[in-house]
């Protein structure tokens, strides 16, 4: 590739995973009866209920503390917080919407080029590692942004960031 040749990058987010609080105590086996789109998993005390629009799967543990994954943006991860709080107003939980917050987003990226990953580590040491009997990607890490980039030898790269 020449230096000079612009490539415009399409960067996809895959996943935000976000959290949520109801204030007040979630009885789980009347989640797991009365809720739709629901398995209970007694043994470790949560009820994983899914939506199918937006396509978002939420972990849910008595105490009112509400994980959901699967959403590709922050406002669809939102939406479907508040979708699902609603869902369990509706089985008559007395919840309060609060603490949400966004904790981790997920994206990919495919470069246009392959990448030599032992020259990439040694030119970008303090920053990356590589262990290629561990794993298959150079690990890149942004303490700025506290971003991780997994950086594949095909040119497949991973971004995590986590939010606080």
Not at 39 to 51: H, T
Not at 103 to 114: K, S
């Amino acid at each position: 590739m020449d230096a000079d040749s612009d490539v415009a990058l399409d960067i996809l987010i895959t996943n935000v995973v976000c959290v949520f609080r109801t204030r007040c105590h979630l009885n789980l086996r009347k989640i797991a009866l009365e809720g739709a789109n629901v398995i209970y998993k007694r043994d470790v005390g949560k009820v994983l209920m899914k939506l199918r629009k937006p396509r978002i799967t939420a972990t849910i543990w008595s105490s009112g503390k509400i994980i959901c994954t699967g959403a590709t943006s922050e406002e669809e991860a939102k939406f479907g917080a508040r979708r699902l709080a609603r869902s369990l107003q509706k089985l008559g939980f007395q919840v309060i919407f609060t603490d949400f917050k966004v904790v981790n987003v997920l994206a990919v990226c495919n470069m246009p080029f392959e990448i030599r990953l032992p020259e990439f580590t040694k030119n970008n040491r303090p920053h990356a590692s590589y262990e290629p009997e561990l794993h298959p990607a150079v690990c890149y890490r942004i303490k700025s942004l506290r971003a991780t980039l997994q950086i594949f030898s095909t040119g497949s790269i991973t971004v995590t960031e986590l939010w606080k």
